[in-house]
C-alpha cells in the first residue's frame, strides 16, 4: 500500500484506481464539511482504500465493540456467565435515549441480554453496566495483550455526558458549540473530547480489530462468532448500510454519536463471500442534532468503497 501526497486529507490506497476512490470520497466529505477518517479493507485479499487513518479519534459509542469483545471472552472462558442476572437502576444509570438507560422503573437482566441491548439499540446503561463488570481499565489491557494498536479505553460511557455537563451545564447547544471550537483549537473544555483522555480509535486500529474478529484471529472464537451475530443485530441502518440495503448483503455494524462525532464501524458481507471491513470516523462544525446528509455521505462512501473492494 501506499500514499498519494495531496492536498486535504492523505489517502492511502494499493492502486491507482483505488486512490481514485478514496479521493471521490474525501472529497464529497470535505463537500459537506466533514473531517475525519475512513478506511475500507477487504478481510480476505487486505486490498483497502481510506484517507488519515491513523489520526486518533473520540470513539463515542464505538467503544462498546472492544467492551462486548473483551465480555464475550470472559463469558467464554468461563469468567463471567451470560445468564447472570444483573439490576439496573434508572436513578443511577447512565443517559441515553435507548433501551435501560430510557427507562423509569428498575429492571433485571441477564449479562447476555446487556450486550444485545448495548450493540443493537446503543443502550449507554446497558454498557456502563457492563463497564461495571467488566471496566475500562481491563478493556484496555485485554487490547494491549490482544496486540491491538491504535484503541484506547479508558472510561465508561456516561463519562462523556458528566463532562459535557461540567463544561456547559445543561445546555446541550453550549457543549456542542465547545466541542466544534476546541477540535479547531485542539485545546479541549470537555475532557472526554480529547484525545489524550477519550476513549479513542484509528480507523487503521478499528478495521485491524473488526478483520481479527471476522477471521476469528483474537480472544476466544466463541466470543468473535458472538460478537459477529450481535453486531448483526444492529437497528440503525442510516449510515453505513443505508445504501447497502440489499438481500444479497449483510452489514453487520456498530454507529456512535456525541455531540459533533458520527461514527460508524462494521463489516459487509456479500453472498459470494466478498467481506469488508469499514471505519468512518467523523467530525463535523454542524451545530445541529441531526444531520442526516452526513449520515447519508457514509453511507455513500460505503457503497463506493465496497464496490471498488468486491473481488
Known sequence: MSARHTPGPACVADDADLFDVAEAIAAEWAALGVRGSFLARHIDTGEQLGFDVEESVPLASVAKVPLALVTLDRIATGELDAARPVLV???TSSVGPTGLAAFRHPATVAV???????????DNAA?????????????????????????RLRHPLNRMYECAAGAAGNDFSLALELAIRDDHSGRHTIETLDPAHANVGTATGLVDLLQRVWRDDIAHPDATAELRRVMGHQVFTHRLASELRADTLRVSGKTGTFL??????????????????????????????????????????ARLAFEALRR
Open 112 to 122: 447476555g441480554d446487556l450486550l444485545l441491548l448495548m450493540l443493537s439499540v446503543s
Open 260 to 301: 459533533h462525532l458520527r461514527h460508524e464501524i462494521g463489516v459487509v458481507e456479500s453472498e459470494v463471500g466478498d467481506r469488508v471491513a469499514m471505519a468512518a470516523l467523523t467530525r463535523s462544525d454542524r451545530r445541529a442534532n441531526l444531520a442526516p446528509d452526513i449520515d447519508l455521505v457514509i453511507g455513500t462512501s
Open 89 to 91: 437502576d434508572p436513578a
Open 127 to 151: 454498557a456502563d453496566t457492563l463497564f461495571g463488570l467488566v471496566p475500562a481499565e481491563e478493556v484496555d489491557a485485554h487490547l494491549r495483550a490482544w496486540g491491538c494498536t491504535g484503541i
